[in-house]
């Protein structure tokens, strides 16, 4: 099956800082690579995802790259604010999510 | 419109009772998906459904392990025998259509077993 890992597991940047998160999976034939954003006892959020068609895809402060050939993907949060501070998941279709990345923006 | 409901919010049971966990999706989402989260951990799926069908069970961890979604609308997630290590929170999520869609996610359900 499908193996996802995702880096760092702890992030700390400073308010307005930029914030990067990669993730890497091993099934090539994966083509659907969403991010979520959970708050401490709250529901997973779809923040946006990425179809293996396109290279790139924004949406306000938040962007996600997809390398293909070499199975990664990257979540950047431009700007960041204190709201941004939760748990970030990355996965490669709809069953298989990264361990997820603890960001703290400090303010 | 209402989104995702699951209940219990919590749930504490014995070493060996039996529980049952239900999620009410959203209306018209053909397919639903059952996810074990672990303090600190990512979502692990547990269990697909297209309408009543379900066409995935391979991480469900055992065979205490039960879902059902008898009318393509409902579901439920059963734990027979319940033992520690099943003590998560276990969530479900629904989308509009089947492959590859965005998933909309309940708040979950706490599982404590004592």
């Known amino acids: 099956g499908e193996n996802v890992e995702q880096h760092p597991s702890t992030l700390s940047v400073q308010e307005g800082d930029s914030a990067v998160i990669k993730c890497t999976y091993s099934d090539s034939a994966s083509n659907y690579f969403p991010w979520y954003k959970q708050e401490l006892g709250k529901r997973p959020q779809l923040i946006i995802d990425?179809?293996?068609?396109?290279g790139e895809k924004k949406d306000q402060r938040i962007a996600v790259t997809l390398n293909k050939t070499a199975k990664h993907f990257s979540l950047h949060i431009t700007e960041t604010q204190p709201e941004d501070s939760a748990v970030y998941f990355c996965a490669a279709s709809e069953f298989y999510f990264g361990s997820g990345t603890k960001l703290n923006v400090k303010p | 419109g209402a989104g995702v409901s699951q209940s219990p919010r919590y749930k504490v049971a014995k070493r060996g009772q039996d529980v049952a966990l239900r999620c009410d999706p959203i209306s018209g989402h053909v397919s639903l998906f059952w996810y074990q989260q672990a303090l600190g951990q990512g979502p692990e799926f547990l269990t697909y459904?297209?309408?009543?069908?379900?066409?995935?069970k391979s991480g469900l961890p055992s065979d205490r392990f039960f879902a059902e979604r008898p009318e393509g609308s409902v579901s439920t997630l059963k734990i027979q025998r319940t033992q520690q290590e099943d003590s998560a929170v276990y969530l479900c999520?629904?989308?509009?259509?089947?492959?590859?869609?965005?998933?909309?996610f309940g708040d979950g359900t706490r599982l404590s077993i004592l």
């Open positions: 459904f297209q309408n009543e069908a379900q066409l995935d």
């Open positions: 999520a629904s989308s509009f259509q089947a492959d590859n869609q965005p998933q909309h």
């Open positions: 990425i179809r293996s068609n396109v």
